[in-house]
Nanobody, 118 residues
Framework: QVQLVESGGGLVQPGGSLRLSCAAS????????MAWYRQAPGKQRELVAA???????GYADSVKGRFTISRDNAKNTVYLQMNSLKLEDTAVYLC????????????WGQGTQVTVSS
């Protein structure tokens, strides 16, 4: 079955950096479109970044130039490098399998908490 396990969250000061990881299993990772979302308390879940099978990427305007999504198909892992973190980046960050060619779609990880605070 599909499993997505996030790690790397934590407490960081404004201006700091974190790298989130999402280890995937149960599907053909190399043929998948993967994404990171976030949800802050009292707010709707929002798309942060996505990466295609070929490595094309897209970002929310609020994180462009600060966050980088990447993937390692040999490790079945998608990453989110977050730099220049701001207070408003505080949220639970969730990994999502958007779609795998000929396979499953719409699976979520359990999330990892990122707190930006001084």
């Amino acid at each position: 079955q599909v499993q997505l396990v996030e790690s790397g969250g934590g407490l960081v000061q404004p201006g700091g950096s974190l790298r989130l990881s999402c280890a995937a299993s149960g599907f053909t990772f190399s043929s998948s479109v993967m994404a990171w979302y976030r949800q802050a308390p009292g707010k709707q879940r929002e798309l942060v970044a996505a990466i295609s099978r070929t490595g094309s990427t897209g970002y929310a305007d609020s994180v462009k130039g600060r966050f980088t999504i990447s993937r390692d198909n040999a490790k079945n892992t998608v990453y989110l490098q977050m730099n220049s973190l701001k207070l408003e980046d505080t949220a639970v960050y969730l990994c999502k399998l958007e779609a795998a060619t000929g396979g499953p779609r719409g699976y979520w990880g359990q999330g990892t908490q990122v707190t930006v605070s001084s």
